[in-house]
């Protein structure tokens, strides 16, 4: 069917016949049900149609097992649409009324859900909500909240009406979702309640106590109201940013609250544009599996991949595992194919180099600093730190700039590794200062200096540590984001432990290239994390690519013009290099120490012209030709490779080199 049109007689046809026994499986014993119910769930993800006019085989019954009744509810809720809606929201109100707690959450959840799927059909949901919190249930009214924000956030400014009757029940929410949709709403609608600033106030009475969920939701809300309603609710923003800040151990909660403190005193309309900024629509359906995901499943119906809704490869271990990924099946590409999914095909072929991440997957807040695995090859990396600037006039009182203290810079230059504030000495010298963090507080009294180097094949990662806090300093740990060329370390992190106060320690970190890979922006950047038993501290360098060139690069000459040859002439970037009065073999011999190898020298018209290759760590080739006029300080370099996105990088290893090193 994969590679039929879906409109045809044949697949129609086909749709009939499959139905029938697929219904009749679930007139067995309940095990079996649960087990055909399974693999129907993603029958109906890939094919609703095929049991578009068997909802009724759905409805629950009342000696069905849970785990039964849980998924046969799923299956109806994919089912529905604007034609059995009725029925099916009918259904839904009498299941919220049975005994069985679990299934009656899922069941008002199921209701939201309708809601969001059929747009049509979202007002008689909401007043089945309304008539389902007016029971004074406790868990119905905790989840008819939360799935009301959901329908808030499908339909905007359409059904606030009902908000007075949320409030009302405000006393009788207990549970951190609940809790936190609650405030949501309190806060998106602030400026429609007229005592907005005093529910939310009520929560803030017990804030330590709340679960983070409801401190995170609460502190934002409170932010929303202050922009809506900024001179009645000054003093409620300030308390909310100081418990957050000040009182709060918590390193999610006190970040966000030091970013809304730093855009309220920086900017108040960059604040509104961030906080109140449109959100987007949530999805019809967000609990669908991936799409390839589930084609993959689909050709495994009727194993247990199908029931654990999980490939194999996730719960077969060993050799076994291995069988499996030989063996794993596809489904065919269907002929009907628009110029949306040609677009995919070569966005995914430009992938294969660099992988591409959504931007939440290189947040180095996510980094576990526990346990690590570490990688047993080599790898390597420079650096460049990027400023963060944080010197802002509080507009809310005086707490803000005492809290964060001055504002500082972090930064790098030459191929050494210096953090702070002023620029880095001299080749081959390490410069040194406070390692500010993300905001600016200052470096709680460790210092860092470093370089990149390559030895023996392996990159290396030199630091000195110095002590400048009162108390001595252990437990040190170091972890890398994912990054476009895998670095990770080789081994821990050996510094002097403990490292006593006004002490400095040196310490050598290998790295590897083995490490899991993220394309990122700049393609160099590198996120690091050091952490010892006071504080971690993030930030972030920019490698020069001249420490990613291995020793294997030099190409014989005959491959070399078969590949310059072979890559297009669009893919050339020609530079100029000023102020090197050098010889040809100078540079040659100054480049060859940083692995790019000369493979052919020629002199035309009393030019000289090297021919020069150069590999990275994950394998990706440069081609380069030097024109070099003796007695000229100016040479011109030609790049060339199949991968655009390092010939930046490329260009600045050579001025690098040839006028630092």
Not at 177 to 203: Q, V
Request: charged letters at 20%; glycine letters at 6%; a negative charge.
């Amino acid at each position: 069917m994969e590679l039929m049109d879906e409109s045809s007689d044949f697949v129609q046809m086909l749709f009939r016949k499959l139905s029938p026994p697929l219904v009749t499986l679930l007139s067995s014993e309940p095990e079996i049900q649960y087990v055909a119910l399974r693999n129907i769930n993603l029958i109906v993800q890939k094919r609703p149609k095929i049991l578009k006019n068997e909802l009724k085989v759905f409805f629950v019954k009342y000696n069905d097992p849970i785990y039964v009744k849980l998924e046969k509810l799923d299956i109806m809720i994919r089912l529905t649409n604007a034609q059995n809606i009725a029925q099916v929201l009918a259904e839904l109100k009498e299941y919220a009324t049975e005994v069985d707690v679990d299934f009656v959450r899922k069941a008002v959840r199921a209701i939201g859900r309708c809601a969001i799927k059929v747009e049509s059909a979202a007002e008689k949901c909401v007043s089945t909500l309304i008539d389902l919190i007016q029971t004074k249930v406790n868990y119905v009214v905790q989840e008819a909240v939360v799935v009301i924000k959901d329908i808030f956030r499908k339909y905007p400014n359409k059904y606030e009406s009902i908000i007075s009757t949320l409030c009302e029940n405000l006393d009788s929410l207990d549970e951190p979702e609940a809790r936190a949709s609650m405030i949501w709403i309190i806060g998106e609608y602030a400026e429609r309640i007229d005592n907005a600033d005093e529910l939310l106030e009520s929560f803030l009475e017990g804030f330590h106590d709340e679960n983070t969920q409801v401190q995170l939701q609460l502190l934002t809300a409170i932010v929303k109201l202050f922009l809506k309603k900024p001179t009645e609710t000054q003093e409620l923003v300030q308390n909310v940013l100081s418990l957050a800040t000040q009182d709060s151990d918590n390193p999610d909660l006190r970040d966000r609250g030091y970013i809304y403190w730093r855009l309220l005193s920086t900017d108040p309309a960059a604040a509104k544009e961030v906080v109140l900024a449109e959100k987007p629509l949530i999805s019809e359906e967000t609990d669908l599996l991936e799409p390839s995901l589930l084609d993959e499943l689909v050709c495994h119906i009727a194993s247990l991949a199908s029931v654990y809704h999980k490939p194999p490869s996730a719960f077969i271990e060993g050799r076994a595992a291995g069988i499996s990924a030989q063996r794993r099946k596809n489904l065919p590409t269907s002929p009907f194919r628009g110029p949306d999914d040609e677009q995919n095909d070569q966005q995914q072929q430009q992938q294969r180099v660099f992988p591409s991440g959504e931007s939440m997957a290189n947040d180095l807040l996510n980094l576990d600093l526990g346990p690590t695995t570490y990688a047993p090859s080599p790898m390597n990396m420079p650096s460049h730190s990027q400023p963060v600037s944080t010197g802002a006039i509080d507009l809310l009182g005086d707490g803000l700039d005492g809290l964060l203290g001055a504002s500082s810079t972090s930064d790098m230059g030459g191929f050494g590794l210096s953090f702070g504030g002023s620029p880095p000495g001299p080749a081959g010298t390490s410069s040194m200062n406070a390692l500010g963090d993300i905001f600016g507080f200052g470096s709680k009294g460790m210092e860092i200096s470093g370089t990149f180097t390559r030895r023996n094949g392996q990159i290396v990662m030199e630091m000195e540590f110095a002590n400048r806090a009162m108390q001595a300093m252990t437990d040190f740990a170091v972890q890398f984001n994912k990054n476009s060329f895998g670095i990770v370390p080789a081994q821990p992190l050996q510094v002097q432990s403990p490292l006593p106060p006004s002490v400095t320690s040196n310490a050598v970190l290998p790295l590897a290239t083995t490490g899991p890979i993220l394309k990122m922006d700049p393609l160099t950047n590198l996120q690091v994390a050091i952490k010892n038993n006071i504080d971690v501290f993030y930030f972030s360098i920019l490698l020069p690519m001249h420490v990613l060139f291995v020793e294997d690069g030099e190409m014989e000459k005959r491959t070399f013009l078969a590949t310059w040859k072979d890559i297009p002439q669009a893919n050339e970037i020609q530079y100029q290099i000023h102020d090197l009065p050098m010889t040809s073999d100078e540079i040659s011999g100054k480049l060859r120490g940083s692995n790019i190898f000369t493979v052919a020298k020629r002199n035309v018209d009393g030019q000289d012209l090297l021919y020069q290759s150069a590999k990275l760590t994950n394998g990706i080739f440069m081609l380069s030709e030097l024109k070099i006029q003796p007695g000229n300080p100016t040479i011109t370099l030609s790049l060339k490779t199949r991968t655009m996105d390092i010939i930046p990088g490329v260009y600045e290893s050579y001025v690098g080199i040839l006028k630092h090193h």
